[in-house]
């Protein structure tokens, strides 16, 4: 018989997207399995396909699964996971459960039109997805609740979009490890917020911490300021005025485009930028953009004083929303000058192709990207330049202006994700750096180990490692 702890990493690895781990806690002959997040991976057809084969583990014998926040690439397996037969308990915060069925409803809808496409089989259907919400259950906040004997998990607000969370497990070191300590902790970080942010409160710092598992999107390089980022959406929106062309703006449903309308809502109040018509062109970021306000008492302290005082924050002069299909078709006859804010953030799927056909070939417009662009995505491709590209097997000759603004990210960059370790530095173990592409990861691992002296390391997918 054995007490162990160990932790696979089945997903999430050497790329940004697919967040997937496991975590075991061994009891002589008992063993409980614990998944954190459960994820699509996102980018090219190629990297997509891995979300059809098997799970790395029996589905029938997870106990929990924990999902930090209601990004695809966290929780868009979840309702292949039931599927195949998990019947454990799901938890997250009471927001982030909110957030998954729009965001769920919505991937299905996706995979039904690819699959018919394909001719081939959805990765789940309607009934998953609802057997997946029946299981699911929202938790607040810094409560600590015991899911086995001698082990607690707390939910610490990572103020990367509404409801993420990181996960904190307080481990009895006698019974799962024959250690000499009380207890172990571990921090699942999930992705973490780029405070300050226009409308979340900060990242919770944590002390403590024995093992780290953190996220490196962003972890060889950093953002520009929060007035630069607005100071360069200003210099866009005003530059394509004067061209009297169409501004185009891939945007993620869930914060992006939140926080853009917060910022849009601004600069037009303030005067900053004229009032021109703005379109919304995504039913889904119309669902979640209702979602934020019902939610605002999760906002930092200065976008609720804002409401306080009256202010629609994600609402201005002329923005409209066109949830239907002939509404977003009627947005070509609005004449020049007008922004155009649609999904997908990668410009894979969503109504933003439809508009990129149309308007990437004119050289008064411009298409502004202020999200990351996974390699090999259409996004990632017109961003680095490319003069043509392939949009619903049409080829579009790219003759708009391409503008990139990172510090809208809601990911820390790397000053802050060494920042973020650097408070737990002296209660560290290990570090595992996971969520990013493989130069990102092994640029932050290094940077840990040189600058704190804690030991980081880059995992391989499928890897197994014991935690003492």
């Known amino acids: 018989m054995s007490n162990k702890i160990s932790l696979t990493f089945c997903g999430g690895v050497e790329e940004v997207t697919g967040a997937n781990f496991l975590f075991e806690l061994e009891e002589g002959d008992r063993v409980h399995r614990v998944l ?26 997870i ?14 397996r979840v309702p292949q996971l039931v599927k195949e037969g998990f019947r454990g308990r799901i938890m997250s915060t009471g927001e982030t459960k909110e957030l998954a069925l729009p965001m769920l409803e919505d991937a299905l809808r996706l995979l039904e039109e690819d699959s018919r496409r394909k001719g081939i089989l959805p990765l789940y259907e309607k009934k998953d997805v609802e057997n997946a919400l029946s299981l699911w259950e929202g938790v607040p ?10 082990v607690f998990v707390t939910a610490r607000d990572a103020g990367h979009i509404l409801g993420s969370a990181m996960f904190e497990f307080s481990i009895d070191s006698k019974i799962y490890s024959n250690g000499n300590h009380e207890k172990i902790r571990v921090l699942f970080t999930g992705d973490l917020g780029n405070s300050p942010s226009p409308l979340l409160k900060d990242t919770e710092r944590v002390k403590g911490i024995n093992y780290m598992i953190m996220e490196s999107v962003y972890g060889d ?65 119309i669902k979640i953009t209702e979602i934020y306000k019902r939610n605002h008492k999760n906002f930092n302290e200065e ?42 953030g990668m410009s894979t799927g969503g109504r933003i192709t439809k508009h990129e056909r149309m308007y990437l070939g004119g050289r008064e417009n411009t298409i502004l990207f202020i999200g990351y662009q996974s390699a090999g995505s259409l996004g ?11 949009i619903d097997g049409e080829e579009v000759i790219v003759r708009a202006k ?50 704190i002296g804690v030991e980081a390391i880059h995992p391989e997918e499928g890897e197994t490692i014991e935690l003492s």
């Open 380 to 390: 990632r491709q017109i961003e680095e330049g490319v003069d043509r590209v392939q």
């Open 303 to 344: 976008a609720r004083r804002a409401i306080e005082g009256g202010d629609d924050i994600l609402r201005f002069p002329k923005l409209k929303f066109t949830p239907s299909r002939m509404q977003s078709e009627m947005i070509a006859t609005t004449p020049n000058p007008k922004i155009i804010i649609a999904g997908g």
């Open 36 to 61: 954190i997040d459960c994820g699509l991976t996102q980018g090219t057809e190629s990297m997509e396909a891995k979300n059809s084969n098997p799970f790395p583990y029996d589905p029938t014998q």
């Open 402 to 451: 391409v503008v990139t603004i990172i510090g809208y990210s809601s990911h820390k960059d790397l000053d802050h994700l060494v920042e973020f370790v650097e408070y737990s530095a002296d209660t560290l173990k290990k570090v595992f750096v996971v969520m990013g592409e493989p130069k990102a990861s092994m640029f932050l691992a290094q940077r840990i180990k040189d600058y």
């Open 221 to 285: 390089r950093n953002h520009e300021s929060r007035h630069l980022r607005r100071e360069l959406l200003k210099e866009a929106i005003l530059e394509s005025i004067k061209k009297k062309g169409t501004l185009l703006i891939p945007s993620f449903s869930l914060e992006k485009t939140q926080v853009l309308l917060y910022e849009m809502n601004y600069l037009v109040e303030k005067g900053e930028v004229p009032a021109v018509p703005v379109f919304l062109d995504s039913p889904l970021a």
């Open 141 to 150: 906040y810094e409560t600590s609740r015991e899911i086995f004997t001698g």
């Open 63 to 76: 106990d929990f699964l924990f999902v930090t926040h209601a990004h695809m690439d966290h929780i868009g």
